[in-house]
């Protein structure tokens, strides 16, 4: 029962600079699919990543997708002057999630910062700042599709625990992922399928 | 007339066209100028109240035109480029702006030439030099930001929006100078008048506009031609041209 | 609905670039800092004689007000495109062209309105009577809009460049003739004795085209620059 997938992506080319890194990349992403992007340092993950997200146009091909992704990068959107809640609030306004205070507290509260919600976001370490990025991801919960880039970056292992049960009830919900990671990923149900990118799509 | 145009849009085509063109384009700018400035120089007559001065105009006026001209024509081929994702036209586009740019500065040089006798100052702020002053740093601020930006296609649309903008500004800079200068006229400084036109005088402007034409062409065909080459360094033909004339030297 | 969501996005963005400013305000009020500094250097530098300075006064003011307006446009964009704001601006359902707007309005509120409110003092010291420098503050209150909105033009274009700051300049500064010469125009026209009408509807005109112009091209602009 395979029902229409919420991405594809046919004949996909991508340039930087003068550089081809890949092109004819084809694939589909379905409902409660996890696609695990792999490949060597500069074979184009994070500029597949990109043009999913829309934000750069491809070289040739086309992506077709319903409704607009949710992206997290590898920097984390975060201002250094602004409150953790202050920065919360305004992520969550931009991508339409409910951006009040309460809403925002309550979704410190999941990845374990809402102590630290008034604290300037200078005071935090990597690994917290990544988590309050999720924190945003998992707002937004209109989109369907997530796009992350080394969402595991820095997190520690109770975080790590956090973030696999989100991709699982996201996947149980009928979204999708598309990520990168260099480490072996701990999430098995759904079991990801990787997507080799230096191997399927030479340039 | 199109559909000629659009398969001369390939750079090896366009390459190879312009190789044909170009020993046309320089006998003609060689003939038009040497024809324009024969008349301009000795055969118009003197004028009544400058003299003999006032012959740079044929000079400066068909410099002035082909400074604003270019630049329409430059900001036209980039916003193709870019609109398109036409890859020549981008590249036409960079290598009209020195052109125009040098056009600009000989404007602004002769009109100082011409300025000197006439009112005994190198520099006037009247509403022409200015405006023409102005365009100059359009130009340059074009140049500096495809300069400054390495990677090409972003430098290429950057340019092509830069282009557009000033585009749309030059009507309205042009307007608030001529508004400028008619505010300020108490202050002595009027306006260089050219002399009533002989029909000598119109045929040696005209030469002279078309000699620059002829010019602008094969200098812009040339620089272009290099763009294509670096640009398409690693496609077949040019590997071949590369090979074959490295055969020949 | 879509509209409330629309208001809520472009208030944010000044909201939070005025908090910024506000947590970092030293670094904000430079620019008015300058301005003073370098409107001073003029009479120091082109002698004290009363008449001249207030005849130069208008010209003077408006390229200070100029210049100094620049100095911050510089870091208008940069610091979001380095953390990765800007992209999340570019995704967000919000048009780009709208955020561009709320950017440009936050950065006149932190740096042109400063800048017109300290126009007044300045025009005192350099002896300006009374009804041109009610004047000369109107058309830099009509100015400096156009500043920071055909600055943030240049700052989108110019992102993430080595050079960029300068070159920002040297890019923006030559559109910015017009409103100087409709701005310094219309002070002329009153110290002449007539009605400065024509210049002051000119520059409005200025202002509307760039608010209708400026934030669609800086939106291209920043999309050229984070592809």
Redesign the interface.
């Known amino acids: 029962m395979l029902s229409n997938p919420l991405l594809t992506v046919r004949q996909l080319a991508c340039r930087r600079?003068?550089r081809v890194l890949f092109r004819e990349l084809q694939f589909d992403l379905h409902a409660g699919q996890i696609l695990w992007l792999r490949g060597r340092n500069g074979c184009g993950k994070t500029s597949l990543l990109r043009i999913l997200a829309g934000l750069s146009p491809p070289e040739a091909g086309v992506v077709q997708q319903a409704g607009r992704p949710a992206y997290l990068a590898h920097s984390n959107a975060l201002k250094d002057d602004l409150s953790v809640l202050e920065s919360l609030q305004f992520l969550a306004c931009l991508h339409g999630a409910p951006a009040s205070a309460a809403a925002c507290a309550d979704g410190l509260r999941r990845v374990g910062l809402h102590d630290r919600r008034n604290a300037p976001v200078r005071t935090l370490s990597q690994g917290q700042r990544r988590r309050v990025a999720l924190s945003r991801l998992f707002m937004q919960t209109a989109a369907r599709v997530w796009i992350l880039d080394e969402p595991f970056d820095a997190l520690d292992s109770d975080a790590v625990t956090t973030l696999d049960h989100a991709l699982q009830a996201h996947a149980r919900t009928g979204g999708a992922v598309v990520l990168t990671s260099h480490l072996e990923l701990t999430v098995h149900d759904p079991l990801p399928t990787r997507l080799q990118l230096d191997q399927l799509a030479r340039a | 007339m199109s559909f000629r145009l659009f398969t001369f849009a390939a750079p090896v085509r366009f390459h190879a066209l312009t190789g044909v063109l170009l020993p046309w384009l320089w006998a003609a700018t060689l003939l038009l100028s040497a024809a324009g400035l024969y008349i301009g120089f000795f055969v118009a007559p003197t004028d009544a109240t400058q003299g003999d001065a006032y012959r740079i105009i044929f000079i400066h006026v068909p410099a002035a035109w082909m400074s604003m001209l270019l630049y329409l024509v430059m900001a036209f081929w980039a916003v193709i480029g870019w609109a398109f994702k036409a890859r020549l036209a981008s590249m036409v586009a960079r290598a009209v702006a020195p052109t125009g740019a040098m056009f600009t500065v000989v404007a602004l040089w002769t009109g100082a030439l011409w300025g000197q006798p006439t009112w005994g100052t190198w520099w006037v702020w009247d509403a022409r030099l200015t405006s023409e002053l102005?365009l100059l740093?359009?130009y340059?601020?074009y140049m500096?930001?495809v300069a400054?930006?390495d990677?090409?296609?972003?430098a290429d649309?950057?340019g092509a929006?830069?282009a557009a903008?000033?585009a749309?500004?030059v009507p309205?800079?042009y307007?608030?100078?001529r508004?400028?200068n008619t505010?300020h006229q108490g202050a002595t400084i009027k306006a260089t008048a050219a002399p009533s036109m002989a029909s000598t005088m119109l045929c040696a402007m005209l030469l002279m506009t078309l000699a620059f034409w002829a010019y602008a062409f094969a200098v812009v065909f040339m620089r272009s031609r290099a763009i294509v080459l670096e640009r398409e360094r690693?496609a077949d033909w040019v590997q071949a041209l590369v090979k074959t004339t490295g055969d020949a030297a | 609905m879509n509209n409330v969501f629309m208001a809520n996005v472009f208030v944010a963005v000044v909201l939070r670039d005025l908090r910024l400013a506000w947590r970092r305000r030293i670094d904000a009020l430079l620019p008015v800092a300058f301005f003073v500094v370098a409107a001073s250097l003029f009479p120091i530098g082109v002698g004290p004689e009363a008449q001249m300075l207030a005849r130069i006064a208008s010209g003077v003011v408006w390229v200070c007000a100029l210049f100094a307006a620049m100095l911050s446009l510089g870091s208008m964009y940069a610091g979001d495109h380095a953390d990765g704001t800007l992209e999340q601006m570019l995704l967000s359902p919000e048009p780009a062209w709208s955020v561009a707007l709320a950017k440009a309005l936050a950065h006149w509120l932190v740096t042109g309105l400063p800048l017109v409110a300290v126009t007044p003092l300045l025009c005192l010291l350099f002896g300006v009577p009374a009804d041109a420098l009610g004047m000369v503050t109107l058309t830099l209150l009509l100015g400096t809009p156009i500043l920071s909105l055909l600055g943030g033009?240049g700052a989108a274009?110019?992102l993430g460049?080595?050079?960029?700051a300068v070159?920002l300049i040297?890019?923006i500064?030559?559109?910015c003739?017009?409103a100087l010469?409709?701005g310094t125009?219309a002070v002329?026209a009153v110290d002449a004795g007539q009605s400065a009408g024509g210049h002051l509807s000119?520059l409005g005109a200025?202002l509307i085209f760039s608010v209708l112009?400026a934030p669609p091209?800086t939106a291209?602009?920043l999309r050229?620059?984070t592809?």
């Open positions: 600079g003068d | 102005i740093f359009l340059l601020g500096a930001l400054a930006i990677d090409t296609r972003r649309q950057a929006l830069l903008v000033g749309v500004n309205i800079i307007f608030s100078v508004w400028w505010l690693s | 033009l274009l110019t460049l080595r050079s960029g070159l040297l890019l500064l030559p559109l003739i017009p010469i409709f125009g002329a000119l200025l112009g091209a291209a602009a050229i620059a592809e």
